[in-house]
């Protein structure tokens, strides 16, 4: 099993920058990647950033540009650095793990982050 612990969320002003963390413990030799999704009430979960072991990220459009996705030496730490936030960031952003054939296979319960003046 894999527990996954979610942090860095909070209330920010448009424009604003935020760092989200996300670590890993437990059986993490099973995880190849680790990412990033959004939800929002009444709208489908969206993804947001993932990064493998290897070092292959992915970004979503909407992402590219603002937000960066890295990995600590220790492959069990992922982080989401966000800057240049929009109302329309604002979600639960839940972290998620996997081997390489499912990265959605662990998730986290969420950080909050809200783009608000």
């Known amino acids: 099993q894999v527990q996954l612990v979610e942090s860095g969320g909070g209330l920010v002003q448009p424009g604003g920058s935020l760092r989200l963390s996300c670590a890993a413990s437990?059986?993490?030799?099973?995880?190849?990647?680790m990412g990033w999704f959004r939800q929002v009430p009444g709208k489908q979960r969206e993804r947001v950033a993932d990064i493998s072991k290897g070092d292959y990220i992915n970004l979503a459009e909407f992402a590219k540009g603002r937000f960066t996705i890295s990995m600590d030496k220790a492959k069990t730490t992922i982080y989401l650095q966000m800057n240049s936030l929009k109302p329309e960031d604002t979600g639960r952003y839940l972290c998620?793990?996997?081997?390489?054939?499912?990265?959605?296979?662990?998730w986290g319960q969420g950080t909050q982050v809200t783009v608000s003046s």
């Open positions: 998620n793990a996997g081997p390489y054939t499912n990265y959605e296979y662990y």
């Open positions: 437990g059986n993490t030799a099973s995880i190849y990647g």
